[in-house]
Each structure stands twice: as structure tokens, then as C-alpha cells.
Nanobody
């Protein structure tokens, strides 16, 4: 059974930083695109950042210059470094990855990020 487990969420003051991690485990022979999404109550889940197997990245406009996505292919892990956090970044952050060519994707359970003074 393949699964993704996020960690690193929490409460941070505006202007602060957090680093999210998402590790894939189980019987894995290939991990392609990996991404971070976020969702707040009553809103659709939105793509925050994505990274290909080759390292190409793309970002939601509102996080460009503040967030950085990276991955460690040897560990099947993706990271999201979040700097200069704003209250509007508050959300549940979800990891998604294309594992073993299953293009519907595998989702993590999410980690809460709260930015508040």
C-alpha cells in the first residue's frame, strides 16, 4: 500500500517560516510529478507548487518569491519551504504525487498551517 505522509505544519506568526515535508512509502518503483495543494473551508483545493521528476517547478502567483518546492528523489520526499508567511496562507496543505505511473495521483491526509498573530 503506497501512502504519502505530510509533516511540518503548525502555528506561526505573520512573517515567519515553516518547512513542510511529504514522504512517500510502500512498494514504490517510480515517482513522477509531486505537488503541494492547499484548501480552506468553503473553497476549492488549489495548487500551490509543483515539481517534476527533472526538477522543473511552477508556483501559484501569490506565493512566488516566498515559497520554494524541492524534492529528494532518493528519499521519495517533497518539501515546501514557506517564508514571509501571511494570514491568507492559512490552510490545510496537502501533498500529491504520481506514484508508479498511477496518473490519478496519490494524496496525503494534509497538515494544518495557521498564520496568526
Amino acid at each position: 500500500q503506497v501512502q504519502l505522509v505530510e509533516s511540518g505544519g503548525g502555528l506561526v506568526h505573520p512573517g515567519g517560516s515553516l518547512r513542510l515535508s511529504c514522504a512517500a512509502s510502500g512498494s514504490i518503483w517510480r515517482v513522477d510529478d509531486m505537488a503541494w495543494y492547499r484548501q480552506t473551508p468553503g473553497k476549492q483545493r488549489e495548487l500551490v507548487a509543483a515539481i517534476t521528476l527533472g526538477g522543473s517547478t511552477n508556483y501559484l502567483d501569490s506565493v512566488k518569491g516566498r515559497f520554494t518546492i524541492s524534492r529528494d528523489n532518493a528519499k521519495n520526499t517533497v518539501y515546501l519551504q514557506m517564508n514571509s508567511l501571511k494570514p491568507e496562507d492559512t490552510a490545510v496543505y496537502y501533498c500529491k504525487a504520481i506514484i508508479n505511473a498511477r496518473h490519478t495521483g496519490t494524496w496525503g491526509r494534509g497538515t494544518q498551517v495557521t498564520v496568526s498573530s
